[in-house]
């Protein structure tokens, strides 16, 4: 399976020249031998975060269609990164997937708000965890959003159900940059899954991203990185690598959620 990233700078409040950008690089990147693109988080308005009620999508209405016809055209699936998108009940910052058929296959609202952006006054949180979706070739994946990677429990949840590919779609900043790939690895170790991640990169005037989109494999190895600068990646995988892990370091056969602690944080 080959995998396509698309690193790219994201202009605030412009989804038309944010669209135009990755029509652009579809045309110029994506060829016969690619199965899957995957995009960054909030690629259609960024973070211009105290406009996003005149600006963000409604019910994907917008964002759909536009990866719908890129998904057809080029014959790909396409982890379609997150947009600013409201809803009946919300604000949110929605991921979604689309399938080669043009089917969307995969919906999740970001469920952890960054406090550091200011993100909890302006968006709303999600009320469901990310589940595992089946791409057009059968391998099954799940899709996580940027703050989200810093919470283990989401990922593991759909590993556990069969998940062998963990997409994590984000605008993490560079300044926490280390974060960003020692928590990468670890959602690939401990899970026995591939990990791949799709940032932005460049400044929107408040904050620098770090970019180096990577894909890792379910041993922790890095197999293709990008620099801090706008980017196309794309890396071979082998899924049945998933397997062979999970039948060396059986976490998931050896989990014992019987005695597990949970625990109410409100009353640390």
């Not at 960003?180 to 408040?206: F, M, P």
Request: net charge negative; proline share 4%.
């Amino acid at each position: 399976m080959y995998i396509q990233l698309f690193q790219i700078e994201i202009e605030p409040a412009n989804a038309s020249k944010n669209k135009e950008k990755i029509r652009y690089l579809f045309e110029q990147y994506v060829d016969d031998s690619i199965d899957l693109v995957v995009l960054p988080e909030m690629w259609n308005n960024g973070y211009a975060l105290d406009r996003l009620y005149q600006l963000a999508d409604v019910n994907l209405k917008d964002s759909y269609p536009f990866i719908k016809n890129l998904a057809k055209t080029y014959d790909v699936d396409i982890i379609a990164g997150s947009v600013s998108n409201q809803k009946k009940t919300g604000l949110y910052n929605t991921a979604f997937a689309v399938n080669r058929q043009g089917y969307k296959i995969y919906e999740y609202d970001k469920i952890h708000l960054v406090p550091m952006l200011d993100e909890p006054r302006y968006l709303d949180a999600g009320q469901k965890v990310p589940y595992t979706f089946t791409l057009s070739d059968g391998i099954q994946g799940t899709q996580i959003i940027c703050y989200d990677l810093r919470f283990p429990e989401l990922s593991r949840y759909p590993s556990a159900t069969g998940a062998e590919i963990l997409f994590f779609v984000a605008q993490w900043p560079i300044t926490r940059l280390s974060h960003w790939r020692s928590l990468l690895q670890a959602r690939a170790i401990e899970n026995d899954a591939y990990v791949v991640a799709t940032n932005s990169c460049g400044h929107d005037g408040k904050t620098e991203y770090a970019g180096h989109s990577m894909i890792i494999s379910p041993n922790g190895d890095v197999i293709n990185e990008a620099n801090e600068h706008e980017t196309v990646i794309t890396a071979k995988i082998d899924i049945s690598k998933v397997a062979e892990q999970r039948q060396k370091i059986p976490v998931f056969e050896n989990m014992r959620p019987n005695i597990y602690r949970y625990f109410n944080h409100k009353n640390l």
